[in-house]
């Protein structure tokens, strides 16, 4: 679901930016307020694990395109709807800036479409759902229902952005019904996920989930931190070789699309594309390439055992726990002084 730069108009980039940039803002402001010490490590690890996650993309049978978990709702259950915000923030301004995944330009766009609508729009439907149940089932509905909802609104927000931003050569509707559908199927397996991870965390540590009455922990925070640590690595480090091959929803309708061409020197596309280009030392997860190296075909490979993606993995994740965490304690901190 992530929105290259060639997708998206300076009009709508810059509105997405403002809408984004007000959502944090207002979601840190709500962070700072919370005393719950916990979450400044939670914050970081958390992030780790749905950037690795992110990379794990999978195959949806019968349609030649892949899809991969987005991760914020599972952020939300677990840290609350405003610091899941901005961790989900912090993964994808990691993949922007440092692996050129997703346009700096469309960045605002991919925050709104990914972050608010799982966490801020998903979320309470989840809670809805769930209620204080922590039966397996009983989340497993839930998570399934709270994610395709999220999947489908986010589609529709790419969809959009397209559009509005004059790209699109189908109307609304019928590029409407060419995302939203698939990032349904979409959204179930990462109601799958979510839910599995989180029943994990309903017996480890049932207090993270706000329940009114918790049972004993079974597992010390600093062990579960150990674990989705380790979950994060495994997962961006070896697991993210069996990533499928097959394009992205996104970029399998691009014969849909009318791109932006080169951006002109001295305009904001061409300063945003510079920049990205001078930050990301592994764009695409892979090491830099030749202009005149031969490109790789889809499918080619599988699994594709690389460095460069172990690499892209680790640093990723590392970064991403660096700067979701350092976000949290910044906040914390804020909260603390005198005359907060």
């Given at each position: ?14 509105t997405?930016w ?9 979601s840190?402001?709500k ?11 939670l914050?970081g690890v958390?992030?780790?694990f749905?950037?690795?996650a992110?990379?794990?993309n999978?195959t949806?049978?019968g349609?030649g ?12 259950i677990l ?5 899941g915000f901005?961790v989900l ?5 990691v ?21 608010f ?6 979320y309470?439907l ?5 209620g204080?149940?922590s ?7 839930a ?13 529709s ?8 931003s ?10 409407a019904?060419?995302m ?18 989180v029943?994990f ?7 993270l ?9 079974a ?9 989705f ?14 990533a499928?091959r ?11 699309m009318?791109?932006f061409?080169?951006?002109r020197p001295?305009s ?5 594309a510079?920049?990205?280009e001078?930050?990301?030392?592994l ?6 390439k030749?202009?005149?190296?031969a ?19 680790l640093?990723g ?7 979701a ?10 909260q603390?002084?005198?005359g907060?």
């Open positions: 679901m992530h929105m290259a730069d060639a997708l998206i108009s300076p009009a709508v980039g810059g997405m403002a809408a984004a940039g007000a959502l944090i803002a207002y840190a402001g962070v700072g307020d919370e005393a719950d010490e916990r979450k400044v490590p914050m958390l992030g780790a749905v950037f690795a992110q990379m794990m999978f949806i049978p349609t395109s892949s899809g991969h978990m987005v991760g914020g709702l599972l952020l939300a840290l609350g709807p405003y610091a901005l923030a912090s993964v994808l301004t993949q922007a800036l440092f692996f050129a995944d997703g346009g700096l330009l469309a960045l605002g766009c991919n925050i709104v479409n990914m972050g609508f799982t966490c801020f729009a998903a309470p989840y809670r809805w759902l769930a204080d149940d039966r397996k089932g009983r989340i497993l509905a998570a399934t229902a709270a994610a395709a909802f999220s999947m489908a609104l986010g589609a927000g790419v969809v959009a952005d397209t559009v509005l004059g790209v699109s050569e189908l109307p609304l509707g019928t590029f019904l060419l939203v559908p698939i990032h349904l199927i979409i959204g179930l397996a990462e109601g799958v996920i979510t839910a599995g991870v029943s965390v309903v017996k480890a540590r049932p207090e989930l706000r329940q009114a009455n918790p049972a004993p922990a597992m010390s925070l600093r062990r579960l931190l150990l674990v640590a380790a979950a994060a690595a495994v997962t961006g480090g070896a697991l993210s070789w069996f499928s097959a394009p992205e929803r996104m970029d399998s309708a691009m014969p849909a009318r791109p061409s080169a951006a001295g904001l596309r061409a300063f945003l510079g920049l990205q001078r930050t990301s030392f764009p695409d997860y892979g090491f830099r030749p202009a005149e190296a490109p790789v075909v889809e499918g080619s490979r599988w699994p594709s055992v690389e460095g460069a993606t172990t690499l892209s993995g640093v994740g590392l970064l991403t726990l660096l700067l965490g350092l976000a949290g304690l910044a906040l914390r901190r804020r603390r002084a005198p907060a």
